[in-house]
């Protein structure tokens, strides 16, 4: 199952025209400012995406009217998701049942931690959580680095399957937000740069 997200071009413009105002007024060069504003986009994806717990939450079962382990029967039911199928409820009547334990508890806020060393040589960022371990999701990961000075890129692809079911929003969100980080650096550079110019 493959999910994708498109974001607006409108935003796109507006970054790549902030790109462009950073490379004039700071004397930086294209290849740098895009491997910048990518770390910064997956940094704020990361903040972003929940913590998993180490275990799933349960709750009382909604739909209970017998008894048994399926959907009418069971006494609790939690939620399961897995990489490429969709999400899931299970239903049991153990409220410790073995199954709440989750396997890759953090996958998803370490999948954009883990994408920051591909994307950049100068950036890495710590895993957490049981994920830390066992990393078989890595796989779900990649990344297309380019830095020709006419036309830098940096190509992410998250392929986690329940990505937009926890984080629906997640591209606009990181983008926003790296966006801004960008933009308070350009200030804060042309700020300096007028102070030393005064003197």
């Not at 704020?44 to 709750?59: E, G, I, M, Y």
């Amino acid at each position: 199952m493959r999910v994708s997200a498109t974001i607006p071009q409108s935003e796109l413009r507006d970054f790549g025209d902030l790109l462009h105002e950073i490379v004039r007024d700071t004397r930086r060069d294209m290849a740098s400012a895009v491997e910048q504003a990518a770390v910064f986009f997956c940094q704020s994806a990361a903040k972003a995406s929940p913590q998993a717990k180490a275990k799933r939450p349960v709750q009382a079962n909604p739909n209970r009217t017998g008894r048994g382990k399926t959907a009418r029967g069971a006494k609790y039911r939690y939620r399961v998701y897995s990489q490429g199928r969709p999400w899931r409820w299970f239903y049991t009547d153990d409220r410790m049942h073995a199954g709440r334990k989750i396997g890759y508890a953090g996958a998803l806020k370490n999948s954009w931690r883990a994408m920051i060393p591909k994307i950049s040589r100068k950036s890495s960022s710590a895993l957490t959580g049981s994920s830390a371990n066992n990393r078989r999701w890595l796989s779900a990961i990649s990344a297309r680095v380019g830095n020709a000075p006419d036309a830098p890129f940096r190509e992410m692809t998250n392929r986690l399957s329940y990505l937009f079911d926890v984080t629906p929003q997640i591209h606009e969100t990181a983008l926003t937000k790296a966006y801004n980080r960008m933009n308070k650096q350009l200030e804060l550079r042309r700020k300096a740069m007028e102070a030393a110019w005064r003197r």
